[in-house]
């Protein structure tokens, strides 16, 4: 047996590296509890607030790091009782991600619904702790569907993008 190689066999191509996500840390960027009320809201146990929660979700590229994102989980919730507002709480809670390998078609959904996912258990703590510690009985934050997220956001710019084009048939000045 010889150790040459056929040169009729075509070499074999270069490994692609493994698509890798790495968390390299997270941080609280910005946290803001507020009680406009003050005591006048914690008063009556049987007037439970009705909260109403928004989550964002955005991603950035760290300057002068190729591969190196920050994503930030963005979540605010506002309560109201019959008697006024209750509490405002708004939570950035961000991660910071080596992210290689990934097709830049998937790069946005890694980014968008990957990460977060990663980060809303520990800002879900973050808020339920703060508005327990505002006097307000925890707020249990339900799971998110960061797809589900994605998908509308993806939906929202398809048809912004249609809203912008120019309509068909339109006749063009000279």
């Known amino acids: 047996m010889s150790d040459q190689t056929d040169p009729a066999k075509p070499a074999e191509p270069a490994a692609t590296p493994a698509p890798r996500m790495v968390i390299h840390t997270q941080f609280v960027r910005d946290l803001s509890f507020e009680n406009p009320r003050g005591?006048?809201?914690?008063?009556?146990?049987?007037?439970?607030?009705?909260?109403?929660v928004q989550v964002n979700v955005e991603s950035k590229r760290?300057?002068?790091?190729?591969?190196?994102?920050?994503?930030?989980?963005?979540?605010?919730a506002t309560a109201r009782?019959?008697?006024?507002?209750?509490f405002l709480l708004e939570l950035d809670y961000c991660?910071?991600?080596d992210i290689t390998g990934f097709d830049n078609n998937v790069l946005a959904q890694v980014l968008l619904v990957e990460c977060p996912r990663?980060?809303?258990?520990?800002?879900?703590?973050i808020a339920a702790d703060a508005v327990r510690?505002?006097?307000?009985?925890?707020?249990?934050?339900?799971?998110?569907?960061?797809?589900?997220?994605?998908?509308?956001?993806?939906t929202e710019e398809a048809r912004k993008a249609k809203?912008?084009?120019?309509?068909?048939g339109s006749a063009k000045p000279n």
Do not use: C
């Open 81 to 86: 009782k019959k008697t006024g507002p209750a």
């Open 133 to 154: 510690d505002g006097g307000f009985p925890t707020l249990f934050l339900d799971p998110i569907d960061f797809l589900g997220l994605y998908r509308q956001r993806l």
């Open 39 to 52: 005591p006048a809201a914690l008063g009556d146990a049987d007037d439970k607030p009705q909260v109403e």
């Open 62 to 76: 760290v300057p002068e790091q190729a591969d190196r994102y920050e994503v930030a989980l963005k979540i605010n």
């Open 163 to 168: 809203l912008m084009s120019p309509a068909e």
């Open 95 to 97: 991660g910071v991600f």
């Open 118 to 125: 990663l980060l809303f258990p520990f800002a879900r703590r």
